[in-house]
């Protein structure tokens, strides 16, 4: 017995020698790169970034394998192709790596911003949203209505006009008439005004979406792809009442569902992402503009 305890209490004497060596200093260096990769993971989840994320793990792979049997020739280039490689993905992947540190920023502050009352928080500013879009629906009126949260949307207001007035359910309903001047662009609500319409939202370049969306239903993902902001559509064909956040899109609201998406969503410290698109015989056809 003695002889077989002696390598498990060797083991356990190294282990707790290895413990005791530990210093506050070796804890934080720890902490830090947890809750870098926990930012990077769940920045690249849901995201084109992800299936980089694999190709970048297959070319490691590679070159581990070109290393460990000698390809001279095979390891060269893969040395070379991860040198340009690192200023190729800042470059291409410019909007979701701005994403990526604007969302570190803004969670940071998130639990401090949560001490005071938020005023999506306020349920008459949500009630008169889901009024404004529950009327636009009935009347299949199409509306396209852009919520800020900590991702500032400057350079999507100045694509259009600033009105900064009251969030009244008739103005907003309003804006959306066919006749009207700003209604085909996106109103963004900030800080629980009607800031901006008229506004243009870049569209999704995520080949992944099915193709009976609508332009709309495409700008709502795009706005929601680079940055935290929740998105309502309205298709002027059917009147559905549609939801984006996170680059997801979520169908088929009415007043009471959307009123309750919308608490859940905007007072709450976690954004709770809707369901990716799902393709169905009624979906919006690209006739929503």
Known sequence: MDGLSAP???LWETFL???????????????????LFYYIIRFMSDRRAGKLAVGVVFLLIVQGLASLFGLVALKFIMERVFQMGVLAIIILFQPELRTMLENMGGDSLRGLKNIRRDFMA???????????????????????????????????IRSGTVINADLEPYLLENIFF????LHDGA?????????????????????????????????????TENSDAV???????????????????????????????????????????????????????????
């Open 8 to 10: 498990f209490s060797s």
């Open 17 to 35: 020698d290895a413990i005791s060596a530990i210093t506050i200093k070796d804890i934080i260096d720890i902490l830090i790169v947890a809750i």
């Open 122 to 156: 306020d349920i008459k500013i949500i009630d008169s949203i889901c009024q404004a879009i529950s009327n636009l629906s009935l009347k299949k009126t199409g509306a396209l209505v852009v919520i800020e949260r900590s991702t500032k949307l400057g350079d999507v």
């Open 178 to 181: 066919n006749k009207a001047p």
């Open 187 to 223: 109103v963004i609500i900030r800080d629980g005004r009607i800031y901006a319409a008229g506004c243009l939202l870049p569209l999704s370049t995520n080949t992944d979406i099915i193709k009976d969306l609508g332009t709309r239903h495409r700008a709502a993902i795009g706005m």
């Open 231 to 289: 998105v309502l559509v309205v298709s002027e064909e059917t009147g559905n009442i549609s939801i984006a956040l996170g680059g997801r899109l979520k169908r088929n609201y009415d007043y009471a569902s959307l009123r309750t998406e919308l608490e859940a969503i905007l007072t709450e410290t976690g954004a709770k992402k809707p369901a990716p698109v799902k393709s169905n015989k009624k979906s919006e056809k690209s006739k929503d503009k």
